[in-house]
């Protein structure tokens, strides 16, 4: 893999959304508890997303919000909001998804019918290609992200990969893995009149 160098590793950063200290301030006043914390993601993932569903229905429409309808534009214009629960990797998240008249609206973030995010099916890929049954993923993911996930849907995500997945259970095993341990004793040593914990 080439490395970075500094240029490039510049031009990421510039690449990536700044945020100033005025709005983190206000996002992240004082000290937060982990729940806290957690709470605050799901606010700003939520406002992020239906912050992109809006500018999808502003390039569908041709106009922004409160702007006026450009002259010989179609006759579709904006018709409210209708609410959607999503499956995220933390958890289930209600998002407000815009709505046009005609009903030719089509986002591309989260597509019509879709009812998960990028990355959730993943990992349900993953734990059954590791050998988790469907009723061990629906627990695991009800345990862990408070999410209650059919049997159904799981088959389905499964189903839709299933060559992927037999060809990951059945790859051919290395003929032999190395496997290295290192150990130590830690002992109290004295060096230059201090004490220090040493591995020996």
Not at 81 to 102: C, F, H, N, Y
Not at 106 to 125: A, M, N, S, V, Y
């Given at each position: 893999m080439p490395r970075k160098t500094?240029?490039?590793a510049a031009a990421d950063k510039a690449a990536q959304p700044q945020f100033s200290a005025a709005a983190l301030e206000q996002l992240i006043p004082g000290p937060v508890t982990p729940a806290e914390l957690e709470g605050i993601f799901q606010q700003f993932k939520k406002a992020v997303l239906e912050r992109a569903l809006g500018a999808e229905m502003s390039h569908h429409l041709g106009y922004a919000p409160g702007q006026a309808k450009p002259e010989g534009a179609a006759t579709?214009?904006?018709?409210?909001?209708?609410?959607?629960?999503?499956?995220?990797?933390?958890?289930?998240?209600?998002?407000?998804?815009?709505?046009?008249?005609?009903?030719?609206?089509?986002p591309q973030l989260i597509g019509k019918h879709e009812r998960r995010f990028t990355g959730f099916d993943d990992k349900i890929?993953?734990?059954?290609?590791?050998?988790?049954?469907?009723?061990?993923i629906q627990g695991f993911l009800s345990e862990m992200y408070s999410v209650d996930v059919s049997p159904d849907l799981i088959s389905s995500v499964t189903?839709?990969?299933?060559?992927?997945?037999?060809?990951?259970?059945?790859?051919?095993?290395?003929?032999?893995?190395?496997?290295?341990?290192?150990?130590?004793?830690r002992v109290k040593i004295r060096e230059e009149a201090v004490v220090r914990s040493k591995a020996v």
């Amino acid at each position: 893999m080439p490395r970075k160098t500094k240029t490039t590793a510049a031009a990421d950063k510039a690449a990536q959304p700044q945020f100033s200290a005025a709005a983190l301030e206000q996002l992240i006043p004082g000290p937060v508890t982990p729940a806290e914390l957690e709470g605050i993601f799901q606010q700003f993932k939520k406002a992020v997303l239906e912050r992109a569903l809006g500018a999808e229905m502003s390039h569908h429409l041709g106009y922004a919000p409160g702007q006026a309808k450009p002259e010989g534009a179609a006759t579709n214009h904006r018709n409210g909001k209708s609410a959607k629960t999503v499956l995220t990797d933390v958890g289930a998240l209600r998002i407000d998804v815009p709505r046009d008249r005609e009903g030719t609206f089509e986002p591309q973030l989260i597509g019509k019918h879709e009812r998960r995010f990028t990355g959730f099916d993943d990992k349900i890929i993953a734990m059954y290609a590791r050998g988790m049954t469907v009723r061990e993923i629906q627990g695991f993911l009800s345990e862990m992200y408070s999410v209650d996930v059919s049997p159904d849907l799981i088959s389905s995500v499964t189903d839709a990969v299933m060559s992927e997945v037999t060809a990951w259970q059945s790859r051919p095993l290395e003929s032999m893995y190395p496997v290295v341990f290192f150990d130590a004793l830690r002992v109290k040593i004295r060096e230059e009149a201090v004490v220090r914990s040493k591995a020996v």
